[in-house]
């Protein structure tokens, strides 16, 4: 059983920060990706950024310049510092692991309201 718990949402006002947190545990094999998507409401989810093992990572245009990925290899944990946030940031957030065989899980996901 894999279980990936996402944490670090909030209420932020336009222009703040947030830092998201997600922590993978359960019977893993190793992962090769982590990243993370949103969803706002009527829209599709929709890929933020993700990393790799090797260190490689993919940013959302929408994101560049704002948003950083990192991970701790060793500890299964992922985090998206996410900052000068927009309104249309808002969304929920969802960490993704991809493991070396493909296998995907999806985190709870965790709320982000940009609002003043």
């Known amino acids: 059983q894999v279980q990936l718990v996402e944490s670090g949402g909030g209420l932020v006002q336009p222009g703040g920060s947030l830092r998201l947190s997600c922590a993978a545990s359960?019977?893993?094999?190793?992962?090769?990706?982590m990243g993370w998507y949103r969803q706002a409401p009527g829209n599709e989810r929709e890929q933020v950024a993700s990393?790799?093992?090797?260190?490689?990572?993919n940013y959302a245009d929408f994101v560049k310049g704002r948003f950083t990925i990192s991970r701790d290899n060793a500890k299964n944990t992922a985090n998206l510092q996410v900052n000068s946030l927009k309104p249309e940031d808002t969304a929920i957030y969802y960490c993704?692991?991809?493991?070396?065989?493909?296998?995907?899980?999806w985190g709870q996901g965790t709320q982000v309201t940009v609002s003043s």
């Open positions: 993704n692991i991809v493991t070396v065989r493909g296998v995907k899980y």
């Open positions: 359960g019977t893993i094999f190793t992962i090769y990706t």
């Open positions: 990393l790799t093992r090797t260190g490689i990572s």
